[in-house]
């Protein structure tokens, strides 16, 4: 490991070298970031996983920094142009941006303006000139050079223009004014046509760089893609004019002054400002990027922890006009019993046909919840299902259908329901999001779940790594029960491969946590990163139905022995409120133990078995539907929140479509992020603040109206 580095990564992180030493330790040692976020607190200082995966990437960013560095002095060596200066501005640079900056004047030249006036013999015209001479005059000094003297002077200054565009402090001092001081602006293309006003706002739209928002500098590149707007930078030209004269023109006495002046001017509209735009827009691009992605892997983790509505039998609705609507009858387990087909819509129009069977499937599998898709006919079958249900205990949801289709035309589909058709598979998938949402979206590729916000104009690469990691994080916090799982959570269980999948699908069930360490193929390794995150429920051992590690079932006994507690008590009042009582820092002292694994160890004691998710807002249930002619301005209502993004929360309150709380309506003091006041799947009260019956949108708030 690098101690440069990770002295840089200390000050850049603001985490103690220790803390980055034992993370790279342990990952080096092929230790998943899982692991040693749940069972390495005590060596890392209690990490995050958010944290691991930072110090992890910022040092592979800074190794491949210090390889860049590297070669761009050996190659400069090579040549043998390196000097002190040049090595220690390489050395001290902190971006790729900048290494590129220095070895611009040392790279391979293309065909340029330049080099062909180099080729024509008129550099040393250009270091005469740059000289700054006082005796003489402009023709005098370019004559004899086989040429027209004004092609000679043209000649040279393409020269002194390509120096100082190749100087790379002249670059840096641009780009840093420009990003400080300038303007990003977008404007409408005369001709465009945006029909639904969709860039409206960016029309005639100004922003300073520095503050630029990332949602607006997503809006606008879309917008330039679709060749609705033009994008262009504004600053001000005549200060970096200044400027530049000031560091290059060394005697303002000399003739030479004005064709210098020239050669500044071109290299600045020539080579410098269109490449240093192009780097600042690429620039802003990469961080609304960025923060596009966490709000998605945000949105994403708050949506795999909605919590699953257990012992219940579901029917999944899949809506269509003219296919009919499918129906998946789904046991408590999530089991499929019987698949149907009705017609309440257009063109068969069958309601009463359509009832009956529905009533029959209701009363003869005992059926509690209908999970309806929120796709093509959905508001119709939620009236046609609201009206039907009257006067029976069966309540109804509205389910996101979103990436539902990708699931039931995927192999995985393919392979688990081989004889029914794609949106029979799609129907199953509804009523199982409802059940176990985080087993059923896992199947899906999480790009299309449908909660982020410009997800096409992101990089796919950053987006893709980052939401595998979301889902990595939450399957390993919620753990799973090795019995049941299917192979596609069992992929994001920490340290698990497909042919150790494969080999624990065909030896459970199992009974014991120590059966699986024999299955064959499952190594010491594998073993200690993933057994943590494998639950046994009615096992032979109830340590194995907890977060508890099996290094850490000594420490356990002992922890007990010292409470005078039996296992066998674990589900009892008495057992979990001398837990309660316990002094984890005197435990701890007393064991030669580590506080976190002892802190944890009890928590694990007090819940055994307990689904994190069970402590977070279950979804609203219906009965009865609304409609926006329901709806009056100052109305409170309970919401779910189904996504956030930069500028506010989209909100189901029952409707169609989902409402609008703007980021200005959800508290009365300043918000600069959503996602500091709300989470996806969050239940929250609302008020209604504007009805737009002809767009159907309504505006809601989250602070009462007077």
């Known amino acids: 490991m690098n101690e440069t580095i990770i002295k840089e990564l200390t000050k850049e992180l603001n985490i103690k070298d220790t803390q980055i030493n ?46 860049k560095k590297e070669d761009t002095i050996r190659l400069i060596d090579e040549k043998g142009l390196l000097t002190d200066e040049i090595k220690t501005n390489i050395l001290n640079a902190t971006k790729l941006a900048e290494i590129e900056d220095i070895y611009r004047p040392f790279k391979e030249k293309k065909k340029t303006k330049a080099t062909e006036a180099i080729k024509a013999g008129l550099e040393p015209l250009a270091k005469k000139i740059m000289s700054f001479p006082e005796k003489g005059n402009m023709k005098s000094l370019a004559s004899g050079y086989n040429m027209d003297t004004d092609k000679a002077i043209e000649g040279a200054g393409y020269i002194i223009a390509e120096w100082i565009s190749d100087n790379a402090s002249t670059r840096k001092y641009i780009r840093n004014f420009i990003t400080n001081t300038g303007f990003i602006v977008s404007s409408k293309k005369g001709k465009a046509e945006d029909e639904k006003k969709t860039y409206e706002m960016y029309y005639e739209f100004r922003e ?132 149907a087909v009705i017609y309440p819509h257009e063109p068969v129009n069958d309601k009463a046909g359509a009832a009956k069977k529905l009533l029959e499937l209701i009363d003869k599998y005992k059926i509690d919840i209908i999970a309806i898709g929120n796709g093509t006919a959905s508001r119709e079958s939620e009236k046609f299902v609201s009206e039907t249900i009257k006067g029976t205990k069966c309540k109804y949801i509205i389910v996101s259908e979103a990436g539902a289709s990708i699931y039931s035309a995927s192999p995985l589909a393919k392979e688990e329901f081989p004889d029914l058709t794609v949106e029979k598979r799609s129907a199953i998938s509804i009523g199982r999001r409802l059940q176990d949402p985080l087993s059923e979206l896992v199947k899906i590729d999480p790009k299309s779940i449908g ?240 009805i737009n019956k002809e767009k159907q949108k309504v505006g809601l708030s989250l602070i009462p109206l007077a």
Do not use: W
């Open 22 to 67: 034992a993370v790279l330790k342990l990952l080096s040692q092929g230790a998943t970031i899982p692991f040693i976020a749940r069972y390495r607190k005590e060596v890392t200082g209690n990490l995050n996983e958010d944290e691991i995966r930072t110090i992890e990437e910022s040092y592979r960013y800074q190794e491949n920094l210090l390889k």
């Open 208 to 339: 300073k760089i520095k503050y630029a928002k990332h949602f607006h500098i997503l809006a606008m590149n879309r917008g330039e893609e679709e060749k609705i707007l033009s994008i262009s930078l504004d600053y001000d030209f005549d200060n970096i004019i200044l400027n530049q004269e000031h560091k290059f023109i060394k005697n303002e006495r000399s003739f030479v002054c004005d064709t210098v002046k020239a050669a500044i001017k071109d290299a600045l509209k020539r080579l410098i400002l269109p490449s240093v735009e192009r780097e600042i827009r690429s620039e802003l691009t990469d961080t609304a990027s960025s923060k596009a992605i966490l709000t998605f892997q945000d949105n994403l983790e708050h949506l795999l922890l909605t919590p699953p509505i257990k012992n219940s039998n579901v029917l999944g609705f899949d809506p269509a006009f003219r296919t009919g609507c499918k129906l998946a009858v789904l046991s408590q387990s999530g089991a499929l019993e019987t698949i």
């Open 451 to 690: 909660v982020g916000e410009y997800q096409y104009d992101v990089n796919q690469k950053e987006l893709a790594s980052g939401l595998d990691f979301t889902v990595l994080k939450v399957v390993n916090e919620v753990g799973v029960n090795v019995n049941t799982a299917s192979p596609s959570i069992l992929k994001y269980i920490s340290g698990l491969t497909k042919p150790t999948i494969t080999k624990l699908m065909s030896a459970k069930p199992f009974k014991t946590r120590e059966d699986i360490a024999k299955v064959k193929g499952i190594s010491a390794k594998v073993y200690e990163q993933a057994i943590g995150f494998l639950r046994i429920k009615d096992g032979l051992n109830p340590l194995d139905n907890t977060g508890i590690h099996p290094e850490s079932y000594l420490l356990t006994n002992n922890i007990l022995q010292e409470l005078n507690l039996n296992i066998k008590n674990i589900n009892t009042d008495g057992f979990k409120e001398t837990l309660k009582k316990a002094d984890a820092k005197i435990l701890a002292s007393k064991l030669n133990a580590d506080i976190y694994t002892v802190t944890d160890i009890l928590q694990e004691l007090q819940n055994p078995g307990l689904d994190i998710r069970e402590n977070l807002d279950a979804p609203i249930l219906k009965s009865d539907i609304l409609t926006i002619d329901d709806l009056k301005i100052g109305m409170q209502l309970d919401g779910t929140i189904r996504n956030v993004t930069s500028f506010g929360a989209f909100v189901d309150i029952g409707l169609h479509d989902d409402g609008l709380v703007h980021i200005s309506k959800m508290s009365k003091n300043f918000v600069s992020d959503p996602k500091q006041i709300v989470k996806v799947g969050q239940i929250v009260k609302v008020y209604v603040c504007d």
